[in-house]
């Protein structure tokens, strides 16, 4: 048995403060990824901390034509606000493509942007995968790898990252999850409307705690 703290967030900046003081600290939303990979013991953080409670659920139509998508909007409030639907159809056919209904309810679009890697041998604890256990290989390299990236490649890690549907609706995504993963989210993103005219321009253009 591996102990682990457990906390639930008053608010936004001691959040990101107390996950930020401990690289083994991490956020919990709404746990379809997070807690499938602590139960394969993929991960073991020392603590969650859990931002459900936050004020993070908001789609806001800003002034310049673009949205404001809280981190904790659930994939199918996104996928069904008529801002997006609208206005943004390529974000909300991209969402309903993703995963079941059931955990589109759950997942949130911090988690969505932020989940780790889908690769098989990541989550097979028995396979060697850097991205796991740094330095240990990559199994995908001579083993599964159909579904894995075609750009952003490295000799050490094949897997398409971020892993999330939106992605190719996106692809200006994963600076922005560098930035999480440096710990400046949980967010509010920015979904630029240049995506009306031009679907392939995408992007989100900020992520800042609020
Ligand atoms: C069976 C199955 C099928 C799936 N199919 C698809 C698919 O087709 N397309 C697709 O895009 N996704 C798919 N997913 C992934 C799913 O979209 C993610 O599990 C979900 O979006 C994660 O959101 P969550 O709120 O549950 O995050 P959690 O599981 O709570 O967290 C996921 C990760 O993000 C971090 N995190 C969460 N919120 C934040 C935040 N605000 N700031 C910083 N870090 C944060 C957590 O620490 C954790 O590392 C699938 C998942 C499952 C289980
Ligand atoms: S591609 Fe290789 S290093 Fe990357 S997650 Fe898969 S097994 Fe791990």
Do not use: W
């Not at 908001?58 to 996104?78: F, H, K, Y």
């Not at 490295?154 to 999330?164: G, K, L, N, R, V």
């Not at 939106?166 to 967010?187: A, H, Q, Y």
């Amino acid at each position: 048995m591996r102990p682990i703290s457990y906390a639930r967030a008053t608010d936004v900046a001691s959040a990101i403060t107390t996950v930020s003081a401990d690289p083994e600290r991490a956020f919990l939303a709404g746990g379809t990824t997070e807690i499938d990979l602590l139960r394969l013991n993929v991960v073991q953080p020392s603590g969650l901390v859990d931002i459900n409670p936050l004020p993070l659920k908001q789609i806001q139509e800003l002034a310049d034509g673009g949205l404001r998508i809280g981190a904790l909007a659930r994939m199918s409030d996104v996928a069904e606000a008529p801002a997006v639907v609208e206005r943004f159809p390529m974000i909300a056919q991209a969402l309903v493509l993703g995963a079941s209904p059931q955990l589109r309810h759950m997942a949130s679009m911090g988690g969505n942007l932020m989940q780790r890697v889908r690769c098989s041998y990541f989550r097979d604890t028995l396979s060697p995968c850097n991205k796991r256990e740094p330095g240990s290989g990559c199994a995908a390299l001579e083993g599964i790898n159909r579904g894995h990236a075609i750009l952003g490649t490295s000799e050490q890690c094949i897997a398409t990252i971020p892993p999330t549907s939106l992605s190719p609706s996106s692809l200006s995504m994963p600076s922005c999850i560098l930035k999480g993963r440096k710990g400046s989210v949980p967010l509010p993103s920015t979904i630029s409307s240049s995506c009306q005219a031009t679907p392939r321009t995408v992007s989100i253009r900020s992520i800042t705690a609020s």
